[in-house]
């Protein structure tokens, strides 16, 4: 009793490290409301797809995949929250169907980007020379071609499917990363630490992956989660394009598709998806945001102040 009491007393101290960044976290909120806004729909977009990929489609009102599961193209009402669409399937739950893969995607992506974009970007920007000439040059011809165009070209070539998109993505989306990481590797890379790493005979790869990375990586995740809304805007456009994710899976961007054609009509078909897409990217914008003040030393020195 006399060890809890201990902890409690030394969580709640006016010394505590926890006190500390819980006092950091409320001036961030407090400093920037849109950060609780960012925080309370990136928990919800989370919450929904966790939710559908453990529970599976027996917590939506009707199967995502039944046709005339009401009469075609109703209006919203309280049977259909959000209308049918053109085959008399329930909008709203296509679309919160739609949440797991959507979500994954961007998330899968964007990691994926970050690891191997990351990684050669700190080995260009740590080695220098003929290496980082070499890897620059090929990550400028990557980025010579708008990335939108160059993804469908590589999904037109592989065909539509959902592990096509991910690899059609993956093959354009590293080259931010790669940038970042060389920039602020060759900010790093000249600290004493990693001076005096290298003077005491540590190997490259172990200064690069456990001095280097360790002070970038806080750089590359919050880009990262900034990021994720654009792979998802970019991932619904290929499916709106037709080289996505093929039908009848539900995806926000063929579901905007499919309803564009009756826009006027019933335009609550596409809409629906539409706004989905939309607060995804303005939810880990706002996020992103949140995080870059919270992790960014600047801000603690006004919390200490």
């Known amino acids: 009793m006399n060890r809890l009491a201990s902890n409690v007393a030394s969580f709640f101290g006016r010394d505590s490290r926890a006190r500390y960044e819980l006092s950091h976290l409320w001036y961030i ?5 849109l950060s609780i806004i960012g925080l309370a729909l990136v928990l919800a977009y989370v919450i929904t797809a966790l939710a559908v990929v453990i529970f599976g489609y027996s917590i ?8 005339l599961a009401g009469k075609p193209l109703l209006p919203p009402s309280s049977k259909y929250f959000l209308g049918t669409d053109e085959l008399g399937r329930d909008v709203f739950s296509r679309t919160v169907a739609a949440t797991p893969l959507d979500l994954g995607i961007g998330l899968s992506i964007g990691l994926i980007a970050m690891f191997f974009g990351g990684t050669v970007g700190m080995i260009s920007g740590y080695l220098g020379g003929r290496t980082d000439t070499v890897i620059m040059r090929i990550t400028d011809i990557f980025l010579s071609f708008p990335t939108l165009i160059l993804a469908l070209a590589v999904a037109v070539v592989l065909g539509p499917s959902v592990i096509h998109s991910i690899e059609a993505l993956s093959v354009v989306w590293w080259t931010a990363y790669a940038r970042l990481a060389r920039g602020q590797t060759l900010s790093a890379k000249n600290q004493l630490y990693v001076v005096a790493a290298r003077a005491a005979g540590v190997s490259e790869i172990v200064i690069i992956f456990r001095h280097i990375l360790r002070n970038i990586f806080d750089t590359l995740f919050i880009y990262l989660t900034m990021d994720i809304g654009t ?6 456009t290929l499916s709106f394009l037709g080289v996505g994710v093929p ?8 579901m ?26 303005f939810a880990f914008s706002l996020f992103g945001d949140a995080l870059r003040e919270l992790l960014d030393p600047r801000t603690r020195k006004i919390i200490v102040r």
């Open 231 to 236: 792979v998802i805007l970019t991932f619904s």
């Open 256 to 281: 905007v598709f499919r309803g564009e054609s009756y826009i006027f009509q019933a335009p609550w078909v596409a809409l629906a998806p539409g706004l989905a897409i939309f607060l995804a990217v």
């Open 29 to 33: 909120l407090r400093s920037n409301p």
């Open 60 to 67: 939506l009102p009707y199967n995502p995949y039944r046709i």
């Open 247 to 254: 039908s009848p899976i539900p995806e926000w961007g063929r």
